[in-house]
């Protein structure tokens, strides 16, 4: 497509629906209880692009200065796939699958919260460095599901006319993928297993 001398492309990001308190803590039992089932499916939900998107309110990398970003469950198979976003159980020594982490990269203070592949604790841990943090958040940040938007001034100022010319409306190209809510995801991999 050729663009005119008055138009732009603008690509805005597609968030995950807001949740209640109430949903937010219902996710992460799901997520918890289908802890193995999403692993078992990793290849399914990382090729599905409305499942790749779809998160849960804990699910997040938060860097100040940086922003807040939701992680979608494709991001974090894709993270722990590529032993990112990996931690060291507290109680039983195995794996921990990092869900959240924060922090700030000037301080190097960080704190992840994850999941143990064994013991299946939910629980709170640091780490040494600020590395992971930041190279989840590029990958977040480089997978981001965004709408595809043509924008064309038509209205214009100018000191000699003031504001000329009419508004034009923006025209949507690519209107992004439609994350399903994390209890869709869980209901579509269930219906997989059983089938």
Not at 137 to 152: D, P
Request: proline share 3%; charged share 25%.
């Amino acid at each position: 497509m050729k663009l005119k001398k008055n138009q732009t492309i603008v690509y805005q990001d597609i968030e995950a629906l807001k949740a209640t308190e109430e949903e937010s803590s219902s996710d992460l039992n799901l997520f918890v209880e289908n802890f193995d089932l999403i692993l078992r499916h990793a290849d399914h939900i990382k090729n599905t692009p409305s499942l790749f998107f779809s998160s849960f309110k804990c699910a997040f990398i938060s860097v100040a200065f940086l922003g807040h970003h939701q992680a979608g469950i494709g991001h974090l198979l894709t993270l722990w796939e590529n032993e990112i976003l990996l931690g060291t159980c507290k109680l039983c020594k195995n794996t921990l699958f990092i869900f959240s982490a924060g922090g700030s990269p000037l301080s190097g203070r960080n704190s992840c919260q994850g999941i143990c592949v064994a013991c299946r604790k939910v629980q709170k841990t640091k780490w040494l460095s600020f590395k992971p943090i930041m190279l989840a958040l590029t990958f977040l940040k480089s997978k981001k599901n965004k709408r595809k938007i043509l924008r064309t001034r038509g209205q214009y100022f100018t000191w000699e006319h003031g504001l000329t010319g009419k508004p034009v409306p923006d025209k949507l190209l690519d209107k992004g993928v439609q994350p399903a809510t994390f209890e869709e995801l869980i209901k579509e991999i269930q219906k997989r297993e059983c089938d």
